[in-house]
């Protein structure tokens, strides 16, 4: 997973840093800070191990964490300078405007093959598409229509794939005396300022029916965004659980949490792009490559060793 975050942020990045500039990442960097002494000691031991350069990756303590993050910090831990920032509606709203691309309103339930073709349908029958090349990158909805298709049995890890809910609260940064400079992550995170509040997460929910904000849930990111803070601003402490802002969805998580991205053998001409889990802004580029490079003929930017984890079988 690490590797393919590594590789994945920096496809993201050189593929959306030309975006308008409110969709376009924003690199600040990320604090990780980390629970105790003895996780800090493993951390230095692994960053000496890898190797990585100090200017990507190093080690940083309470203090130099809370400057870079122009916040009291309640630990140490390490400084990714290339973290990024990304404000998932604007990026969506500027990909959908790119040239090539055409939306088609409609909910898919499931594809026939149709000659060369496959057939894209709706639940009442009626053609929504037709193409020789159709990719499934719908989360969790792609098992619906792979086994209303008869085409999931061959394919128990997505078989297996479930929906997690969780919530995010936007907390005013006023609230936070301007909120942090960078990200800043643990257990938990805590974002810069978007310019509608400073995001907290995250929670996840087990078997839930929908996925809702609500006290319950603003009281766990609340909970976790101060467990990452040194010193708790008085502004901070009066917000009440149930009040704020904020946005609830699904994650699609499959076995072991890797994606399920390629060519489906026993269905010529479809494919998966699935099972981001809470790793989609890290890793959908990278995979829409992938797929890009495979269907195009080009050499692969994913090594041989994780093409074949993440393969959908």
Not at 273 to 298: F, H, K, N, Q, T
Request: aromatic residues 4%; charged residues 20%.
């Amino acid at each position: 997973r690490a590797r393919l975050s590594r590789a994945g942020s920096q496809r993201a990045l050189a593929r959306w840093l030309g975006l308008a500039a409110d969709a376009a990442p924003r690199v600040c960097g990320t604090v990780q800070l980390e629970r105790d002494a003895g996780r800090s000691a493993a951390m230095a031991d692994t960053l000496e191990a890898l190797a990585f350069p100090s200017r990507w990756v190093r080690q940083v303590s309470r203090d130099e964490a809370s400057e870079l993050a122009g916040l009291p910090l309640a630990r140490g831990g390490v400084f990714f300078s290339r973290g990024m920032l990304v404000r998932p509606g604007r990026l969506i709203e500027a990909l959908l405007t790119l040239p090539g691309v055409t939306v088609l309103p409609g909910a898919v339930a499931r594809v026939e093959r149709t000659g060369a073709a496959w057939s894209v349908r709706d639940e009442a029958g009626e053609e929504l598409a037709q193409a020789e090349t159709v990719i499934l990158a719908n989360a969790v909805g792609a098992q619906g229509v792979l086994s209303a298709s008869g085409l999931l049995d061959p394919l128990p890890r997505v078989a297996q794939m479930h929906a997690l809910a969780g919530e995010v609260t936007l907390v005013p940064a006023e609230a936070l005396e301007g909120g942090p400079r960078c990200i800043v992550g643990g257990e938990g995170y805590l974002l810069p300022d978007t310019g509608e509040g400073c995001v907290a997460g995250s929670t996840y929910v087990h078997g839930a029916s929908e996925a809702r904000i609500g006290a319950e849930g603003q009281r766990v990111t609340l909970d976790k965004a101060a467990g990452l803070l040194g010193r708790l601003p008085a502004a901070f402490e009066a917000l009440a659980p149930g009040s704020l802002p904020g946005w609830a969805g699904w994650r699609a998580v499959l076995p072991g949490r890797l994606p399920a991205v390629g060519a489906l053998p026993h269905a010529p001409g479809l494919w998966l792009a699935i099972g981001y889990a809470s790793r989609g802004l890290s890793w959908s580029a990278l995979m829409g490559d992938v797929i890009a490079a495979r269907l195009a003929g080009e050499p692969s930017p994913l090594e041989t060793d994780l093409a074949r984890l993440v393969s959908p079988r």
